[in-house]
């Protein structure tokens, strides 16, 4: 959600701005703007994609060595390009980038109106820079810029992630955080300021991660990091692991699809080193520390938002049947406002792709201060969540640009495979027998992936056929609900078609009534102990006239017979099922959401990565 990149050395600061706003365009945007530092701080900015901004520059002054650039995803004021960033104070003492939202910007907006202040935009930024300013100019030359970031920032409530250009003070960027992610990447006389590292891993690989109420005061060879009170730190620098190849689309024609191809690898790359070479055990190095608590937890939490809330449903199957341990599954969004019941013995994992939901994080604290021990589960090494978690798990899914999650979900769904087997393991719930030929099923996973991609021209021919649907229902029974809402998911993130999943049983309690000729129903029914079941729900659509596109086991003959459209995948056990099932309809939901002509990567409204409520 939103974007930052920042530059200070000795490179011409634009074409490293623009190239890293259009690297940020994955988290969602509706406008983008730069300030460049010269004789003067020269602004443009513009409603639109970052090409309608490079359009805007051209035979502009857009020289100097100092800049900032944003991609803006409207919270406060409406897309256009007054409400763009950066905004500037009214005196032109400062210029702001900011991610996040001000939560008392009304109340400082009206004190600073009070002040003498006049306002331009709708913006809680504006508010913001023009309170650093106030602040500023009250010190009469007693006070530098950072002095007045600061104290700015000690009177703001919400979360931000900002740099600051300041007039009289030409040379340096000041850059700050809390609750929403900052990068700094070192290069030799250079630094790159960044939302995350997809603009900075072209230039270096030695990064600086913020944490919150770090300030950052930045020159071309020098880097002083501090706390918003004013104590020094000793910054702690990473090495990237990312490469420049994992975040372009390599002759895809979108991300999405990219990364729906790239699951054979990304799904071996999370169990890979971790599943010892004769396949007899499972290692996850992070829970080393935590697992006594894992295994004698008497309930376990799983808090998510959106497709990792879909993970952590599939793996409160997976804990429950495997190690017999109670789990809840929780939006962050509601856990967070409806004052939970929290044990000291309770085990609360925190699923998220980029490590930076704001929901999550949210619980995440609250958990803590309850005294349970908290996981994550992360695709992000860096990311907020792993660092304010007791342990955890990394994904190793790679870089997701798309804005629809499908190779983070797999990941995230083989990791909690993974601690299910571990802890059914562990706690006598499950043989050595049974142990061992789980471990081999999930290892032939990403072949039995392969497979199912080839019917990918199958599945654009089928997806032809209802791409002009205005509604779809999604079924599943047991494992394969979790897919089932999964699957609505993705068709609605992208193609704009209203979409519902259900259990199957639950059909005949409300949606059976949606049931016509033109509904396309979705039922993921492969072989396990609810195929007569859900046969039977096949039957129940199929006597209304509905249309039936069945995801079904391979060699199915029953449903074969009765189905409008049979994809067919390979036998696994059938608690690894989801991971198999859910290619078809990611690939359903793609082809449908471009023959309709939908933005696949930057679905509208929509943003990668959600660090504001």
Known sequence: MCGIVGYIGDKDAYPILINGLKRLEYRGYDSAGIAIVGEKTKIYKKKGKVNDLDNLVKGSDISGNIGIGHTRWATHGEPNDTNAHPHTSENKKFTVIHNGII??????KNRLEDRGYSFKSKTDTEVLANLIEYIYLKGNGNIDAE??????????IGAYGIVVIAQDEPDKLIAARKGSPLVIGIGEGEYF????????????????????????????????????DNDKLEPSIQKLTMDIGSIEKNGYDHFMLKEIFEQPRSITDTFRGRVAADLSEIRLGGLHNTMPQLENAKRILIIACGTSWHAGLVGEYLIETFARI????????????RNPIIYKDDVVIAISQSGETADTLAAINIAKEAGA????????????IPRETDAGVYTHAG????????????????????????????????????????????????????????LDEEIQKISALYKDATN????????????????????????????EGYPAAEMKHGPIALIDKNMPVVVVATKDKSYEKIVSNIQEVKARNGIVIAVVTQGDTIIKKMADHVLEVPETNEALAPLLTVIPLQLLSYHIAVMRGCDVDQPRNLAKSVTVE
Do not use: W
């Not at 002095?147 to 703001?156: G, M, N, T």
């Not at 021990?373 to 907020?384: P, Q, Y």
């Not at 997701?400 to 979900?409: D, L, N, P, Q, Y």
């Not at 394969?480 to 998911?489: I, W």
């Open 103 to 108: 939560e008392n910007y009304s109340r400082l």
């Open 193 to 228: 300021i960044a939302s995350d590292a997809t603009p900075i891993v072209e230039y270096t690989d030695s990064v600086i991660y913020l944490n919150n109420d770090n300030v950052a005061v930045i020159k071309k060879n020098e880097l002083t990091l501090k706390t918003i």
């Open 326 to 337: 109670p789990v809840e599954v929780e939006y962050g969004s509601e856990f967070r406002y």
């Open 472 to 499: 779809f229902l999604y079924l599943g029974r047991g494992y394969l609900f979790p897919v089932a809402l999964e699957g609505a998911l993705k068709l609605k993130e992208i193609s704009y078609i209203h979409a």
């Open 399 to 454: 870089p997701e640009i798309g804005v629809a999650s499908t190779k983070a979900f797999t990941a995230q769904v083989t990791v909690l495979t993974m601690i299910a087997l571990i802890l059914g393991r562990n706690r006598g719930h499950i043989d050595k027998d049974e142990y061992e030929k789980l471990i081999k099923n999930l290892i032939d996973i990403p072949d039995k992936i392969k497979e199912i991609l080839n």
């Open 147 to 156: 002095q007045a970031v600061r104290l700015a920032l000690s009177k703001v």
């Open 373 to 384: 021990t908290v996981l994550g589960i992360c695709n992000v090494v860096g990311a907020s």
